[in-house]
């Protein structure tokens, strides 16, 4: 990632000219996959080197259009997609900003007809025109959207949600920041309006029928809790790789799950062919403005509950699809156009980012899952258009800004979001952060509380990286007796610095890596911290940023010892519980250092008041006596307990650390 300014590189064309209301030109640097892509005449590519549909013989064409003809589910596959050209193909690294940057927007678009909405699976002549959906044409008219979302039908189902001043974090940065809770609707997500509103506006013959839909899992806990309400038949796709927690709610709620894709672009594509073929009516999860109209609700409660609407400065809305910010955008640009809305996407998963600044709707190729609720390969039709006419831009953050986001919201409410529901509030922080303001007032919308308890391992581990309360470093150190003690004394000199985490194992060699983490107040902590160790001969690099050594690395490190003979001589192994307290570790190593060489030390955080240390020591045979008398020492204290693994222990661990 750049350290300033945008880098923008997609796979066909060069950047869109900048109107009068878009940010400056930006630099261009070469893509890593632009070599891989084939150039035709054609505008419409397949990423890495796949020859266009449009170029492809006749012959072949044939072919493929004659092996999908086989059931009429296929057939149906077939027709939907037949006229539809392939979209421009990006990747997330395509398109990269600085924390809390404002991404550029291309306001006029390229005017592509596969950008212009149509519901899904249309035929009709006359949707075929330049403004697409002849059936809802009040999109266009100044207050089209405005008296839809008035009119909504959502609190059948629905509840107005609290909007909460997040009172800690507000007083640490200087602004008043407002929490709007839609992680307290009944399916914990605001997808529920969208859903039911869309439903609410179908014939009641066709609601008869049933409905059908494809979700990553909150828009289907709407749909099926809708359905059960209306008292139809509602099916559910979801991709395979859907948590089960969502499944499992769905479920419960009434729906028939069907799980189909590796992507939610495969799950939605069948989904729309099994309602052509069945006679279903689709409900999209964003795409459609009743949908929208539903999730604007949102805008139309926020501006009721902050108070003084003049003085509320911006809104910071996730972005998936698109559905949740074009309804708030659509509401609070009408009637309040000063209030910022501004989107925020994990940087893994930015379609919206990356067609606004191109004027045209992307297919990412690939999309990171870790917040699964808003990683979408292609944002919407209807929603790309109201997003390039209303936004004030797109902020990206990344998993340790989402998961800090995490622990702020948990530390405000005690609640708990999932990663999708908690990207406005790492997006607003962000933003303020960048430009430094003070006296702001700014509404982040949590979308929603769906996690997997599974996923709070990692939640937890980058959380504190995030909020850059902790750094994770590697340390290079002697390997000789009292190094250790040493480089302790120098990290934690008049106890500044927490150590939060610690894994070496012996070398034979001259020197040791040691991989750590320690507790940083202020960020001139860490610089002092580096300047100490690098100036005591002890080179240290900050590895905190480095997303796949929290993922993978601090978990690998340790393993066997590199020993000349194969095994470490008289190398003890205990458990040892340590109490949480500042100075806890220096004082331990004052009484062991001195004598015995440490060669195995593993240990991390866990919030506990005492934590457990996998700890070797070098201990022989001649001092094994002194050796318990020190033990015995640090056991008295109460402070210390020592559990040597017993041998059926050993042995297993043995086969891993020798």
């Given at each position: 990632?750049?350290?300033?300014?945008t880098?923008l590189?997609?796979?066909t064309?060069s950047l869109?000219q900048?109107q009068?209301?878009?940010p400056?030109p930006?630099?261009r640097p070469?893509?890593?996959?632009?070599s891989?892509?084939r150039?035709?005449?054609s505008?419409?590519?397949l990423?890495?080197?796949?020859?266009?549909?449009?170029?492809?013989p006749?012959a072949?064409?044939?072919?493929i259009?004659?092996?999908?003809?086989q059931?009429?589910?296929?057939?149906a596959?077939a027709a939907?997609?037949a006229?539809?050209?392939l979209p421009?193909?990006?990747?997330?690294?395509?398109?990269?900003?600085?924390?809390?940057?404002?991404?550029?927007?291309?306001?006029?678009?390229?005017g592509?007809?596969?950008?212009?909405?149509r519901?899904?699976?249309?035929?009709?002549?006359?949707?075929?025109?330049?403004?697409?959906?002849?059936?809802?044409m009040?999109?266009f008219?100044?207050d089209?959207y405005?008296?839809?979302?008035?009119?909504a039908r959502?609190?059948?189902?629905a509840v107005?949600?609290p909007?909460e001043?997040?009172?800690?974090l507000?007083?640490?940065?200087?602004?008043?920041?407002?929490i709007?809770?839609?992680?307290?609707?009944?399916?914990?997500?605001f997808?529920?309006?969208?859903?039911?509103?869309?439903?609410?506006?179908l014939?009641e013959?066709?609601?008869?029928?049933g409905v059908?839909?494809s979700?990553?899992?909150?828009?289907?806990?709407?749909v099926?809790?809708?359905a059960?309400?209306?008292g139809c038949?509602?099916?559910?796709?979801?991709p395979?790789n859907?948590?089960?927690?969502?499944?499992?709610?769905?479920r419960?709620?009434?729906?028939?799950?069907e799980l189909?894709g590796?992507s939610?672009?495969?799950?939605?594509?069948?989904?729309?062919?099994r309602?052509?073929?069945e006679?279903?009516?689709?409900?999209?999860?964003?795409?459609?403005?009743f949908?929208i109209a539903?999730?604007g609700t949102?805008?139309?409660?926020?501006?009721?509950?902050?108070?003084?609407?003049?003085a509320?400065?911006?809104i910071?809305?996730p972005?998936?699809?698109?559905g949740?910010?074009?309804?708030?955008?659509a509401?609070?640009?009408?009637l309040?156009?000063?209030v910022k809305?501004?989107?925020v996407?994990p940087?893994?998963?930015n379609?919206?980012?990356?067609?606004?600044?191109?004027?045209e709707?992307?297919?990412?190729?690939r999309?990171?899952?870790?917040?699964?609720?808003v990683?979408?390969?292609q944002v919407g039709m209807e929603t790309?258009?109201?997003?390039?006419?209303?936004?004030?831009?797109i902020?990206?953050?990344?998993?340790?800004?989402?998961?800090a986001a995490?622990k702020?919201?948990?530390?405000?409410?005690?609640s708990i979001l999932?990663?999708a529901?908690a990207?406005?509030?790492?997006?607003?922080k962000?933003?303020l952060?960048?430009?430094n303001?003070k006296?702001?007032?700014v509404?982040?919308i949590?979308s929603?509380?769906n996690?997997?308890f599974e996923?709070l391992r990692?939640?937890?581990?980058?959380?504190?990286?995030g909020?850059?309360?902790?750094?994770?470093?590697?340390?290079?150190i002697?390997?000789?007796r009292?190094?250790f003690?040493?480089f302790i004394s120098?990290a934690?000199?008049?106890g500044?610095?927490?150590?939060?985490?610690?894994?070496?194992?012996?070398?034979?060699g001259?020197?040791?890596?040691?991989?750590?983490?320690a507790?940083?107040k202020v960020?001139?902590?860490?610089t002092?911290l580096l300047?100490r160790?690098?100036a005591?001969?002890?080179p240290t690099?900050d590895?905190?940023r480095?997303e796949?050594?929290?993922?993978?690395?601090?978990h690998l490190?340790?393993?066997?010892a590199?020993s000349?003979?194969?095994s470490?001589?008289?190398e003890?192994?205990y458990?040892?519980?340590?109490?949480?307290r500042p100075?806890?570790?220096?004082?331990?190593l004052?009484a062991?250092?001195g004598?015995?060489?440490i060669t195995?030390f593993?240990?991390?955080?866990?919030g506990?008041?005492?934590?457990?240390?996998?700890?070797?020591?070098?201990?022989p045979p001649?001092?094994?006596?002194?050796?318990?008398?020190?033990?015995d020492?640090?056991q008295d204290t109460?402070?210390?307990?020592?559990?040597?693994?017993?041998?059926?222990?050993?042995q297993?661990?043995?086969q891993?650390?020798?």
């Amino acid at each position: 990632m750049q350290a300033h300014g945008t880098s923008l590189h997609c796979s066909t064309s060069s950047l869109c000219q900048p109107q009068s209301s878009v940010p400056p030109p930006i630099s261009r640097p070469s893509c890593p996959n632009y070599s891989h892509r084939r150039h035709c005449s054609s505008r419409t590519h397949l990423h890495r080197g796949v020859q266009c549909r449009s170029t492809l013989p006749t012959a072949d064409k044939e072919a493929i259009a004659a092996s999908t003809a086989q059931t009429p589910l296929a057939a149906a596959v077939a027709a939907a997609a037949a006229p539809i050209p392939l979209p421009t193909s990006c990747i997330p690294e395509d398109l990269q900003l600085p924390p809390g940057e404002l991404s550029p927007i291309d306001r006029s678009g390229k005017g592509l007809d596969v950008d212009v909405f149509r519901c899904f699976g249309c035929k009709k002549e006359e949707c075929r025109g330049p403004t697409g959906c002849a059936a809802n044409m009040w999109r266009f008219n100044l207050d089209g959207y405005l008296r839809e979302i008035l009119t909504a039908r959502v609190y059948d189902v629905a509840v107005q949600t609290p909007l909460e001043e997040a009172k800690k974090l507000s007083d640490l940065m200087g602004n008043r920041i407002l929490i709007k809770r839609e992680d307290m609707q009944p399916v914990f997500s605001f997808k529920l309006r969208g859903a039911y509103n869309k439903m609410a506006k179908l014939p009641e013959e066709v609601r008869a029928r049933g409905v059908i839909t494809s979700s990553a899992g909150n828009h289907a806990q709407g749909v099926a809790l809708a359905a059960s309400r209306m008292g139809c038949k509602a099916t559910i796709c979801m991709p395979v790789n859907t948590p089960g927690i969502k499944v499992e709610s769905v479920r419960k709620l009434g729906g028939t799950v069907e799980l189909v894709g590796e992507s939610y672009q495969e799950t939605q594509a069948h989904a729309v062919s099994r309602s052509i073929a069945e006679g279903l009516a689709f409900v999209p999860p964003y795409d459609d403005p009743f949908t929208i109209a539903g999730q604007g609700t949102i805008g139309d409660e926020i501006l009721r509950q902050v108070g003084d609407m003049d003085a509320l400065d911006a809104i910071f809305v996730p972005v998936g699809g698109g559905g949740l910010i074009a309804g708030v955008a659509a509401y609070v640009k009408a009637l309040k156009p000063h209030v910022k809305v501004i989107g925020v996407e994990p940087s893994g998963a930015n379609a919206m980012a990356l067609s606004l600044a191109r004027g045209e709707r992307v297919a990412l190729s690939r999309v990171d899952a870790f917040a699964d609720g808003v990683a979408v390969k292609q944002v919407g039709m209807e929603t790309f258009r109201m997003c390039r006419e209303l936004l004030d831009g797109i902020i990206l953050v990344d998993n340790s800004a989402i998961s800090a986001a995490i622990k702020d919201v948990f530390n405000e409410t005690r609640s708990i979001l999932e990663p999708a529901g908690a990207v406005g509030m790492a997006g607003a922080k962000a933003w303020l952060q960048r430009h430094n303001h003070k006296g702001k007032t700014v509404v982040a919308i949590t979308s929603g509380a769906n996690i997997n308890f599974e996923r709070l391992r990692l939640v937890a581990e980058l959380a504190n990286v995030g909020a850059t309360t902790e750094a994770t470093l590697v340390t290079t150190i002697p390997e000789q007796r009292g190094a250790f003690h040493k480089f302790i004394s120098v990290a934690t000199v008049h106890g500044a610095i927490n150590v939060t985490e610690f894994k070496y194992r012996y070398s034979a060699g001259n020197t040791a890596n040691v991989l750590w983490g320690a507790g940083i107040k202020v960020p001139e902590d860490l610089t002092g911290l580096l300047d100490r160790l690098n100036a005591a001969s002890m080179p240290t690099v900050d590895i905190s940023r480095l997303e796949v050594a929290q993922l993978h690395l601090r978990h690998l490190v340790g393993g066997r010892a590199r020993s000349f003979t194969g095994s470490v001589p008289d190398e003890k192994i205990y458990q040892v519980i340590f109490p949480e307290r500042p100075g806890a570790l220096v004082r331990f190593l004052d009484a062991v250092c001195g004598t015995y060489n440490i060669t195995l030390f593993h240990y991390r955080n866990t919030g506990n008041r005492e934590s457990s240390v996998l700890m070797g020591l070098q201990v022989p045979p001649d001092q094994l006596e002194a050796f318990a008398a020190v033990k015995d020492g640090l056991q008295d204290t109460s402070e210390f307990s020592f559990k040597e693994l017993e041998s059926d222990v050993r042995q297993v661990f043995d086969q891993f650390i020798q």
